[in-house]
């Protein structure tokens, strides 16, 4: 056990192709773990060391391991538009402070905007009792370790600006255009 009183967890990894490029997929006996955009090799490797200080322990890469096969599946669904929501189980020990503010927005976001829908930073905030706090939501989604699966890419600005997005905004373009809510990029 550490100071946090935390056991050490193993870590599993493996990185799944997409549309949207590489991505890395990390997850523990909870659930998946985290998320990664654009996972080449120094991606993939910077962020494994990251996981290793955060939970204690060297991730191991095992695309076999039946959460992470899980995984594969869904996103490869997800990308070829034949499936709208994940289904797996989430380990939110990355997100800090999950009983506070940022865990309720990322649970909000999880759960309550659907697939082909977006969500203003604004009402979001006021879905979880807090209307004053649009900017603090742009923290939340940016410290969100489970993107696409917690999809931080559908909330907008409310002028109809994209926002920003931790994956680029061309990678935020792409899903929300594979999901229906921007047209398919013409170049």
Request: hydrophobic content about 45%; charged content about 20%; some cysteine.
């Amino acid at each position: 056990m550490d100071s946090h009183g935390q056991h050490e967890q193993q870590v599993v990894w493996t990185v799944v192709g997409t549309d949207i490029g590489p991505l890395l997929l990390a997850a523990t006996g909870e659930g998946l773990l985290t998320v990664v955009f654009h996972a080449t090799d120094a991606v993939r490797d910077r962020a494994l060391g990251r996981l290793a200080g955060r939970m204690g322990a060297e991730p191991v890469e095992a695309p076999g391991s039946p959460l992470l096969a899980e995984a594969i599946r869904q996103f490869e669904a997800y990308f070829a538009g034949e499936r709208r929501a994940f289904e797996l189980p989430l380990d939110w020990s990355l997100v800090s402070g999950i009983s506070g503010f940022n865990g309720q927005v990322l649970r909000e976001l999880a759960s309550g905007v659907p697939y082909g829908a977006v969500v203003g930073y604004g009402d979001l905030a006021r879905r979880v009792g807090q209307p004053g706090a649009a900017q603090a939501v742009g923290v939340a989604m940016g410290s969100n370790p489970l993107p696409v699966v917690v999809p931080c890419h559908r909330v907008v600005e409310s002028n109809g600006g994209i926002g920003g997005f931790g994956g680029g905004l061309e990678t935020k373009r792409k899903l929300l255009a594979l999901e229906g809510v921007l047209p398919e990029p013409l170049f």
